[in-house]
C-alpha cells in the first residue's frame, strides 16, 4: 500500500523562508507583504523610497514579525543586484520573490482629449520597462540566478493583470504590457524546471479590479463615487465589489508555499469573478 502524505496547515507555513516584496511599499504590496509575514517568512520589503518600504516594514514588525526595508529601483539591474547582495547579507539566502513593480501609464491610455494615434511612442516604451522589464525580467534575472542554487527550491510570484486575459479599452499601453507579463511568467516557469531546478516555481497573480493610486483617476469621480467605468467594472464583477487590497495576499501566500509545490507556470485570477463572466 503506498502512503499519501496528508497536507496540513504547516503547508501553509513560510516560518525560516526569506521573502523579498519589490514594489511592497504599495497598497497591494503592504497587504502581500504582511500576509507573507504573517504566514512567518521574514520578509524584505523593497519600493522605490526606503521610507515607503520601511512603512509597510514597520506594520510587520509591529504584529511580531521579522522585517526590513530597502530602497531600490527596479528599472536599474545594478540596484537590484545590490537589493540581492544586501539580502544575501543580511539572511543568507532568498527564498521567495514577489514582483509588484508597474502600474498605468495615463500618457499610454486613450481618453476623450487624447486618442489612439496621438500616443506616443515612448509611453509605450516606459509601461513595457516598468511592468515587464522592472516588474518581472530584472528581478528574475537578479534573484533567480541565486535562488536556483537553493536546495529546497523557490517561488517567484510577478504581477499580471485582468488585462492579460482580456485588454481593456483606453489602457492600450499597459495591457499590451500585462499579456507580455503572464507570457514571460510561463516561459519562465518551464526554463527554470527545465534548465535549473524543478523545484523553482514560477507564478503570476492576476488582480481584478482595485482601487490604487495609479487608477483612482479612472473609477472614481470628483465626488469619491464611481465613474461610468467604475460601475461598469462593479457590474461585471460577480462578487459585486472592487477587491480590497487583502483579498490578494492569501492567494501570494498559497502560491509560495508548500501547499502549492506542484504548481508552476499558471496566471491565478484574483478577480471576484471578473473573468469568469460573460456579461449575461
Partial sequence: MVRRRRMGSDSFSLVEKTAVVIGGGGALGTAIAQGLGRAGASVQVADVTLEKAEVAAGVIREA??????????????????ALRDNVLDRAGSVDILVNLAGGNIPEASTSADRSFFDLPIEAFEKSVGLNLFAGAILPAQAFGQVMASNRAGGA???TASMNAYRPLTRIPGYSAAKAAVANFTQWLAVHFAQEYSPLLRVNAIAPGFFLTDQNRYL??????GLTDRGKTIVGHTPMGRLGEPEDVAGAVVWLVSDAAKFVTGIVLPVDGGFSAFSGV
Fill in 156 to 158: 517567484i510570484v510577478n
Fill in 64 to 81: 511580531g514579525g521579522s522585517a526590513d526595508a530597502h530602497a531600490v529601483d527596479a528599472m536599474d539591474r545594478a540596484s537590484i543586484e
Fill in 219 to 224: 473609477l472614481l469621480d470628483d465626488s469619491g
